[in-house]
């Protein structure tokens, strides 16, 4: 049983000292004696009648309790449920080198760098998660954690935020992002691990080759899904003319699929290809519908409400009370 309204309980603590002011108070009305000598009343026993009367305050102490119980509603489970969570430790490694800034994705009909698109999306995957811990990782020639694996996804949200191009010296260092992804995962003992790591370019930049991270990754049960995102050929790049004007030009940025593919089959992993904000979006999806964990819990969610077994005797008691004040113990002036 459990109580919908627990906090009504605390009233109770005020019965025992109603009691007490009325067992005191009618204490005080006895002092003083209303017969010239004792001898008159001696040996007089009490009448049933002026021991309810003496009495009737613990009659109103149960019908108070009975009233509290009530209002804190009482409840009882009456159908058992089966409750699935699914939860699992995921790390997203996501590109900030130079070429995150090609203008080839859009939302709404108007043009964004690929960075600002990827965390647009990014966090419509973290709301869609809300059982998992995930954490952040951003990339360029070297890596670094944005966020910890956390549950608190609006501050993981956040941090997503700051993220930004040109944080760190260019470069696309894929091994980096990958072993700085998994020290956030080599220790915690969640069942399944991920990676999912976003990336526009080629691995030019760190000391760990994306292979060998990736052969760390399955020796400590790591799965890793590589996107590629971005135009094939030719993508507008915003760039300054020899005036020093913004301008947009056509520039073509490589996007090394055979490594990621590599890189994701080694693990058991898969690689994607996205080529504009809609086929990102899907990406995401399918890597959310390929990553469920069900962990089975046993739960109640249906309630058969107790408090009429409480209202009703109080009410009952109420009406008793009424019914003996205005008969057999009224009291006459």
């Known amino acids: 049983m459990r109580f919908a309204d627990p906090w009504f309980l ?15 108070m009618k204490k005080r009305m006895d002092s003083t004696f209303r017969f010239s000598d004792k001898g008159l009343v001696k040996g007089i026993k009490p009448t049933v009648k002026a021991v309810l009367s003496r009495n009737i305050i613990f009659v109103r102490a149960v019908c108070l309790l009975f009233l509290i119980i009530a209002a804190a509603r009482p409840q009882e489970p009456v159908e058992e449920t089966k409750i699935f969570v699914e939860g699992i430790d995921i790390v997203l490694a996501i590109d ?11 939302i709404g009909g108007k043009r964004f760098d690929r960075l600002t698109v990827v965390k647009n999306v990014v966090e419509e ?5 809300p059982n998992d811990r995930i954490g952040l990782v951003a990339f360029a020639s070297l890596a670094y954690t944005v966020c910890p694996l956390t549950l608190d996804h609006d501050w993981l949200a956040k941090n997503l935020e700051r993220v930004r191009i040109g944080m760190v010296e260019d470069g ?15 220790d915690t003992k969640a069942k399944d691990k991920v990676i999912i790591l976003l990336t526009d370019g080629r691995n030019n930049a760190g000391k760990i080759s ?14 890793v899904y590589t996107i590629g995102a971005g135009t094939k050929g030719l993508a507008p790049y915003p760039m300054k003319d020899g005036f020093g004007n913004d301008v947009i030009q056509p ?17 058991g992993g898969r690689y994607f290809r996205a080529t504009d904000t809609d086929s990102l979006r899907d990406i995401y999806r399918e890597i959310d519908q390929l990553e469920k964990t069900e962990i089975e ?26 019914i003996l004040a205005n008969t057999i113990l009224r009291r006459i002036p």
């Open 125 to 129: 995957f973290i709301q869609h998660r």
């Open 96 to 106: 900030t080198s130079t070429s995150m800034r090609a203008l080839d994705f859009e």
């Open 172 to 186: 696309t260092a894929i091994g980096a992002a990958l072993s700085g992804s998994l020290n956030r995962l080599k």
């Open 251 to 267: 520039v073509e940025i490589e996007i090394d699929d055979e490594l990621l593919r590599d890189v994701a089959g080694i693990t």
């Open 10 to 24: 605390l009233l109770i603590l005020l019965i025992p000292l109603l009691v007490f002011y009325d067992r005191r």
């Open 297 to 322: 819990e046993v739960g109640y969610l249906k309630y058969n409400e107790l408090f009429p077994f409480f209202l009703f005797p109080a009410l009952f008691l109420i009406a008793l009370e009424i």
């Open 210 to 223: 994306p292979q060998t991270a990736a052969s760390a990754a399955k020796a400590i049960g790591v799965k």
